[in-house]
């Protein structure tokens, strides 16, 4: 199969407000994550992976850090015949408003698609992670001549109300959605058929559509020119499903939807696990990020235990467990931070602005951080104490918000000393 006829779509325009107040000042796929790496980095680099090197990212809000981030990453040769673009919300006589959902942006791309001549275009969410081959769902689809494929991973039914559902009928055709059930009795019907499970899901499970599509390009086109719909989920692909063939392809590698605060917040911790479900680098296929050539981080007199350090960072005396440690950040003696994510800097105290009155760069000197989230360019005082919340608790507060229980210190945020949260 020549792949050099696909091109990938990674959808960044969302508002991503569930990931809110992450994404008050950047785009859902700008989101940092695993220390040093951007969301957006996982779909870009699986596709790469895929030897998939035609790539366009549709943006829309907050666009500015994620343009910046893939123009300083993904810089290819004049003469491999590959790229990443951007493909920004954009007005034409034809439409002057936003885009309002997934469909309608690739509905409104198309224009620039079709300079291309894809024989299928493979569509990808831009806040999930996961390592996926796209080669095999690629195979599939083309072997089964189907319309669209829709991947899909089986989950067991305690998940099923935060997902959509697929019927797998014969040969792996969709015969039906299913929309975020709440109500268990709707469930029937909708089982991994028993000649697709697999010998360890001896309970039921449930195929769950993962926001992956693989498109023949012609029946792409002529779903979305020949109506208005809004989305694929709610809309264009339950109507494809009632007019042409659609197939699932089933997927049992990690993959995480990480679009609320607590959903990022657990699989950032599950990082730095001792048995961590996902790692960044794998023989042949490593995640791509932007290179920052950062020498080593400085590590004295401190205890850290099941934890992730990236590049540039100095920690001096500090005790750091269960926790993810991004580039360039700075923790002062005497600092305990536990199950918590610090998202680091992007420079060093006198290379970023800093207000009268602000503390230092960084966590500082007799901090106790337990159960928050540390965006980039924070600046937390001495003394400064952080206790998580009750799950479910939202809270707006001068120098921090509380998603879902987790205390989040958003991006450039200063904390004056001897503050309690």
């Known amino acids: 199969m020549r792949r050099d006829d696909n091109l990938c779509l990674v959808l960044g325009g969302g508002r991503g407000t569930r990931l809110d107040p992450l994404t008050r000042y950047r785009s859902k796929p700008a989101v940092p994550v695993g220390g040093k790496f951007r969301l957006v980095d996982v ?4 596709s790469l992976n895929s030897e998939i090197r035609r790539i366009m990212v549709i943006t829309q809000f907050n666009s500015a850090s994620l343009n910046t981030h893939i123009a300083r990453t993904y810089r290819f040769d004049l003469f491999g015949g590959g790229f990443v673009r951007i493909l920004a919300a954009e007005q034409t006589d034809a439409d002057a408003r ?10 409104r791309c198309l224009v620039h698609t079709r300079l291309f001549a894809p024989r299928d275009i493979l569509i990808l969410s831009g ?3 996961y390592r996926m081959d796209f080669g095999p769902l690629l195979r599939q689809h083309r072997e089964s001549g189907a319309a669209v494929t829709i991947a899909v991973k089986p989950i067991p039914a305690e998940k099923t109300p935060s997902f959509g559902l697929v019927r797998i009928g014969k040969e792996h055709t969709v015969e039906s959605f299913l929309e975020k059930p709440q109500d268990p009795s709707l469930l029937a019907g909708y089982e991994v058929p028993e000649d697709l499970r697999e010998p360890e899901e001896s309970e039921p499970h449930y195929p769950a559509s993962m926001g992956i599509y693989a498109f023949r390009y012609e029946a792409l086109k002529n779903a979305l020119e020949s109506n208005d719909h ?7 692909l339950p109507e494809m499903v009632e007019k042409t063939d659609v197939r699932a392809f089933i997927f049992r590698g990690y993959w995480e939807d990480i679009g609320t605060i607590r959903a990022f917040y657990e699989s950032s911790l599950d990082l730095a696990r001792p048995d961590p479900p996902f790692v960044f680098h794998t ?4 995640m791509y990020t932007e290179p920052r050539f950062l020498g080593a981080s400085r590590i004295e007199n401190c205890q850290v235990n099941h934890s992730m350090i990236c590049d540039g960072c100095y920690l001096h005396g500090s ?3 269960e ?14 931070i536990h199950r918590s994510l610090i998202m680091g800097a992007d420079g060093y105290e006198g290379d970023l602005p800093r207000q009268a009155g602000d503390p230092p760069l960084g966590i500082g000197r ?3 951080i337990d159960g928050a989230i540390i965006d980039k360019n924070a600046r937390v005082g001495e003394g400064v104490t952080i206790t998580p919340k009750e799950r479910g608790t939202d809270e707006d507060h001068p120098y921090h918000f509380v998603r879902d229980g987790i205390v989040v210190i958003p991006k450039n945020y200063a904390v004056p000393d001897g503050v309690e949260i």
């Not at 023989?283 to 490593?286: F, H, L, V």
């Open 323 to 336: 926790s993810v440690v991004g580039i360039r950040t700075v923790v002062s003696p005497e600092a305990t």
């Open 43 to 46: 779909p870009i680099s699986n």
């Open 98 to 107: 936003w885009f309002r959902g997934t469909a309608d942006a690739v509905r």
């Open 230 to 236: 809004a989305d694929f989920g709610h809309h264009v």
């Open 319 to 321: 005790e750091i467990a």
């Open 283 to 286: 023989e042949g296929a490593p």
């Open 127 to 129: 806040d999930q992670l």
């Open 366 to 368: 007799g901090c106790r």
